[in-house]
C-alpha cells in the first residue's frame, strides 16, 4: 500500500466517526468524545484518552475497557491509586 492508498484509507475511516462533547451552563466543556464502528463491533472514548484508553463493544455480547498500560500505571501511580500490578 503506498502513502495515497493509506490516506485515503484514513480518511474514510475518520469520516465515519462521530464526536461529541457536552456544554455546562457555565460555558465549559467536557472531553470530546469519539464514537465509531467496524463491520459489527462498536468503540468509543475520549479523544483525549484513545492513545491510552478505548471502550469496544462487539456483536456476540461481549464489551472490552482497553488501556495501554504504561499510561494507566503511571497516571494511576501519580494519583496513589497503584501499587503494583503484576504482570
Known amino acids: 500500500m503506498d502513502s495515497v492508498d493509506l490516506e485515503q484509507r484514513l480518511q474514510k475511516a475518520f ?8 456544554e455546562n451552563p457555565a460555558g465549559n466543556f467536557s472531553s470530546v468524545w469519539m464514537f465509531w464502528g467496524n463491520q459489527s463491533d462498536f468503540y468509543f472514548g475520549s479523544k483525549s484518552l484513545l492513545g491510552s484508553f478505548k471502550v469496544s463493544l462487539h456483536e456476540n455480547g461481549i464489551g472490552y475497557v482497553a488501556y495501554h498500560k504504561p499510561c494507566f500505571l503511571d497516571t494511576w501511580q501519580a494519583w496513589g491509586c497503584v501499587r503494583g500490578i503484576a504482570d
Not at 469520516?15 to 457536552?22: D, P
Open 15 to 22: 469520516s465515519k466517526r462521530v464526536r461529541l462533547a457536552a
